[in-house]
Antibody, heavy 118, light 108 residues
Framework: QVQLEQSGAEVKKPGASVKLSCKAS????????MYWVRQAPGQRLEWMGW????????KYSQKFQGRVTITMDTSASTAHMELGSLRSEDTAVYYC???????????WGQGTLVTVST | EIVLTQSPGTLSLSQGERATLSCRAS???????LAWYQQKPGQAPRLLIY???NRATGIPDRFSGSGSGTDFTLTISRLEPEDFAVYYC?????????FGQGTKVEIK
């Protein structure tokens, strides 16, 4: 069955960077897109960007442009999301989610809590 | 950016009742690329509906989606205990993809 296993919780100081991972199993990794979505406490879901695992093309929300990088390791069926210049407002649960190209996110990871605090 | 506005914010209903949730877009979602997700506390979202009206794999038929253009609806025909949760709409027609602010369906 399809599974997305995310890396563990992180605590970072303002200005630092964080790199999260999402290991996929149960399907052919390169046939789908991988999205990253975050949710701050009590807030709505927020789309950050995605990678086409077939060709490595990425697209990011302009809100995070310059701070976010999504990469992948096809040999390990793993996607990564790095967010830099962290600030307290980046405290959130970060999800990876798989989607067929051009469609909705039909499988989600369990989420990774990132806490940004002095 | 397409802004999605969901209403009502909270829906208080009893088990067995019908729930009707609304999602309005600030501009037309041209290809009906509109999805609905269910989220329970401490859990990741779960896809219910994609393409405005198509049920995702394993989703019971008491969940249905409708609408086009700027107005979309999620209907739960008869609420079961496990349906009390927060529901989000999402458009994936336009970048950046955006989500509504959510509707909480709570037990009356």
């Amino acid at each position: 069955q399809v599974q997305l296993e995310q890396s563990g919780a992180e605590v970072k100081k303002p200005g630092a960077s964080v790199k999260l991972s999402c290991k996929a199993s149960g399907y052919t990794f390169i046939n789908y897109a991988m999205y990253w979505v975050r949710q701050a406490p009590g807030q709505r879901l927020e789309w950050m960007g995605w990678i086409n695992a077939g060709n490595g093309n990425t697209k990011y929300s302009q809100k995070f442009q310059g701070r976010v990088t999504i990469t992948m390791d096809t040999s390990a069926s793993t996607a990564h999301m790095e967010l830099g210049s962290l600030r307290s407002e980046d405290t959130a649960v970060y999800y990876c989610a798989r989607a067929p190209l051009g469609s909705a996110m039909n499988y989600w990871g369990q989420g990774t809590l990132v806490t940004v605090s002095t | 950016e397409i802004v999605l506005t969901q209403s009502p914010g909270t829906l208080s209903l009893s088990q067995g009742e019908r729930a009707t949730l609304s999602c309005r877009a600030s501009q037309s979602v041209i290809s009906s690329n509109l999805a609905w997700y269910q989220q329970k506390p401490g859990q990741a979202p779960r896809l219910l509906i994609y393409g405005a009206s198509n049920r995702a794999t394993g989703i019971p038929d008491r969940f249905s989606g409708s609408g086009s253009g700027t107005d979309f609806t999620l209907t739960i025909s008869r609420l079961e205990p496990e349906d009390f949760a927060v529901y989000y709409c999402q458009q994936y027609d336009n970048s950046p993809q955006t989500f509504g602010q959510g509707t909480k369906v709570e037990i009356k």
